[in-house]
């Protein structure tokens, strides 16, 4: 099989793998204690959360606190409910801000979806004219996860600095890629089986002097904000891909433009969604005329790309992405995503473009 979608989830990296073993032990084993109890085998549970916590804020801004979460969903969900006034946020975004509109409006605060550019990017117009008094909270995503569109961070955080509003940012698709440190933001929400590490756990990265309400209630485990007991084996899988993604990203960029660069050779044909410039090439999302993606994903049963995000692939509705940046419904139902990555080979890229362009009628380069 040859895997293209990089965007739902990424292989577990080596390096993860081999750092969680130790905190998977069973009996007989040390590594299996609750990093919340006092005894030696928590402390030493406790010291392997906190080593990893480190290595996962070393990609973050300085001046702030990693809150470990179930993943980014959780982290999102926090942010967005934890917090005071009118929620912003725009027509692009992940299903798990712009599904928060009914519980934050349960509240009384309003939740407005703010439109996008053809591009994908943030309609900074429109911004401006929606900030203004009751705002409280700008969420927007770094890249997006359909299309990889980059969104103008910077000039959503400088009009919403004027405002004095805060400012989260869905950086689920960019940590890790690309660098976030310098970032301006008062929240950003990261996961780690999006750059090779486990499933089942994400981050929410609060700045300094950030307070949000606890979105479950228990033990208040971490920094009384979110409640339950961490897996150290997954905390340890997370910080040991964080410091693998630290160490290659220089390497995995250069890599990603190599596989871009054939890929866009190889289906020049094609209607590239999203911006052509202010893009993650790491996703390459193209449409072609009378598509039938249905079809073409039976056909090449071999090739694992998507018709959308994973999270709503089996909905029968066109994507709410590719909608907002102005395609219609037909154009959006013939378009796929095709995503890569560190672990792809570019031999894997020229043997799923030909079994793709096969599938669908297309001529081989």
């Not at 929606?130 to 700008?138: T, Y």
């Not at 150290?232 to 433009?257: K, N, S, V, Y």
């Not at 509705?317 to 037909?330: F, K, N, Q, W």
Request: hydrophobic letters at 40%; charged letters at 25%; a neutral charge.
């Amino acid at each position: 099989m040859i895997y293209l979608d990089y965007q739902a989830t990424t292989p577990l990296a080596p390096e993860a793998r081999e750092a969680m073993l130790r905190w998977l032990e069973g009996p007989g084993g040390s590594g299996f204690g609750n990093p919340h109890s006092a005894h030696r085998m928590g402390r030493s549970a406790s010291a392997a959360v906190e080593a990893a916590r480190e290595r996962v804020a070393a990609l973050l801004p300085p001046g702030g606190r990693v809150v470990f979460t179930s993943g980014a969903t959780e982290a999102l969900n926090t942010a967005l409910r934890g917090t005071r006034g009118d929620v912003l946020t725009f027509a692009t975004e992940h299903a798990a801000v712009l599904d928060c509109a009914r519980p934050v409006e349960a509240r009384g605060r309003r939740f407005t979806v703010l439109p996008v550019k053809r591009d994908g990017r943030a309609d900074i117009g429109a911004l401006e004219d929606a900030l203004g008094s009751g705002c409280g909270l700008v969420a927007a995503m770094a890249i997006n996860n359909e299309i990889g569109t980059r969104h103008p961070l910077g000039e959503i955080a400088k009009r919403a600095r004027k405002q004095g509003v805060l400012v989260l940012v869905d950086a689920v698709q960019a940590y890790g890629r690309v660098p976030l440190t310098e970032l301006d933001a008062d929240m950003i929400a990261i996961s780690a089986h999006k750059i090779h590490g486990p499933k089942g756990i994400g981050a929410l990265w609060l700045r300094d002097g950030v307070e949000v309400e606890p979105l479950m209630f228990g033990g208040g485990q971490e920094a009384k904000l979110r409640s339950g007991t961490l897996s150290p084996a997954l905390c340890a899988g997370f910080g040991a891909a964080a410091q693998i993604a630290e160490e290659r990203m220089a390497a995995d960029c250069e890599h990603i433009e190599a596989l871009w660069t054939r890929a866009r050779e190889l289906f020049a044909g094609w209607t590239l969604n999203g911006s052509a410039t202010e893009r993650w090439h790491g996703n390459l999302n193209i449409r072609r005329e009378g598509l039938d993606v249905a079809r073409l994903m039976s056909d090449c049963r071999n090739v694992m790309f998507s018709a959308g995000s994973a999270c709503a692939s089996g909905s029968g509705r066109p994507s709410h992405v590719l909608t907002a940046i102005g395609l219609s419904e037909r154009e959006a139902k013939a378009s796929i995503r095709l995503g890569f990555g560190r672990y792809t080979k570019v031999d894997e890229i020229e043997r799923a473009a030909e079994d793709i362009l096969d599938a669908a009628g297309g001529q081989w380069p």
